[in-house]
């Protein structure tokens, strides 16, 4: 895993990641925007994505051209990469500790090797810390300065999509920890703009303690409440009716997969069963796993985070299981752009 600090206005921060990640992006462009339908995405369709964006979410569209001047590629090539389809599943966990609200989140993409771990600081004192890839805004978890912790988890159908939205889930989270500093604003974000939705699904929790889970597809905005605190999330955790509509059980009797997630979701109730005191040292042993009849993270798992809205922190598992240790990501953003430390 990458780690790269950035700072500056959105397009100075998209140069930035362009400039240095020229080589990994040139890698993602090919081995992504190649496999698009073309008829989803032509010249006429980017075009009209690029307006809107550049509209209702100008910092988002400033960064986006920051990565394409910056890395040399053309626009079109970088919107194609963050407005693609998601294809990884994932799983999450939430509990109330002594030290606030922590979001635990486990990243399933199995063979991922281009994960990058983005500290930015922007010049409206704005800071996130995020979990992406070479040319993306798009995240798979991320954290705020002002107390905000989002991460997803994807199902697997790729069929249904809302072709009148010019967003995806990914860059609506993003849009999210940039705008939203808590679960109301955030819930006001979901509500009010329509996402291309495979029935990915998005888990949120702020400095509070508050905590949602949130579900959209094209006619329908869900939310989910934590009971007693407590809130886990997986692929599986869709609602029954857009399981139905997906046709997810279908799906998931051809995928070898499911029955490791399975387990997962009962490893996670087993927890919340058995354990009273919840603490960032239960989350890591939950996140990293390896008992007997589990082993779902040494066959299906690349990394592991641990965020903490309310301390603006996240704790890194990478190469994860295999290197289970959780790091603290820092950077000195006041001296360069491109220093940036780990500590354990």
Not at 93 to 111: A, C, K, P, T, Y
Not at 327 to 339: C, E, G, R
């Amino acid at each position: 895993m990458i780690f790269l600090s950035l700072k500056g206005t959105p397009y100075e921060v998209g140069f930035q990641h362009g400039k240095r990640l020229r080589d990994l992006i040139y890698y993602n462009i090919r081995f992504y925007c190649t496999s698009y339908n073309k008829k989803q995405h032509d010249n006429y369709l980017l075009e009209k994505y690029s307006e809107r964006l550049e509209n209702e979410f100008p910092e988002i569209a400033e960064e986006l051209k920051g990565i394409s001047d910056g890395s040399g590629f053309s626009f079109k090539n970088i919107l194609l990469l963050n407005l693609g389809p998601i294809s990884t599943t994932c799983s999450n966990l939430v509990f109330n500790s002594e030290d606030g609200i922590i979001l635990g989140h486990v990243n399933d993409q199995r063979g991922m090797t281009q994960n990058v771990v983005f500290y930015i600081s922007y010049k409206n004192d704005k800071e996130i810390i995020e979990i992406s890839s070479a040319g993306n805004i798009v995240m798979g978890a991320g954290v705020s300065s002002d107390g905000l912790a989002i991460s997803h988890s994807a199902a697997y159908s790729k069929g249904f999509t809302n072709t009148d939205a010019y967003l995806n889930f990914g860059l609506l989270r993003r849009i999210i920890l940039f705008r939203a500093s808590n679960i109301q604003e955030a819930k006001n974000i979901i509500e009010s703009n329509p996402v291309k939705s495979a029935a990915d699904n998005i888990i949120i929790v702020d400095s509070s303690g508050d905590s949602i889970v949130a579900e959209v597809l094209p006619d329908a905005v869900e939310f989910r409440y934590p009971e007693n605190g407590k809130l886990y999330c997986t692929n599986r955790s869709l609602n029954s009716n857009i399981r139905k509509i997906l046709d997810l059980d279908a799906f998931e009797k051809n995928d070898p997969g499911v029955n490791k997630l399975i387990s997962r979701e009962k490893y996670f109730e087993s927890v919340f069963k058995d354990n009273e005191k919840f603490s960032i040292e239960l989350m890591k042993k939950v996140l990293t796993c390896r008992d007997d009849g589990i082993k779902v993270c040494s066959e299906i798992s690349c990394w592991a985070a641990i965020m903490q809205p309310k301390k603006f922190q996240m704790m890194i598992a990478d190469r994860f299981p295999e290197c289970s240790n959780f790091k603290i990501v820092i950077s000195d953003i006041n001296t360069n752009y491109l220093t940036n430390y780990i500590i354990y």
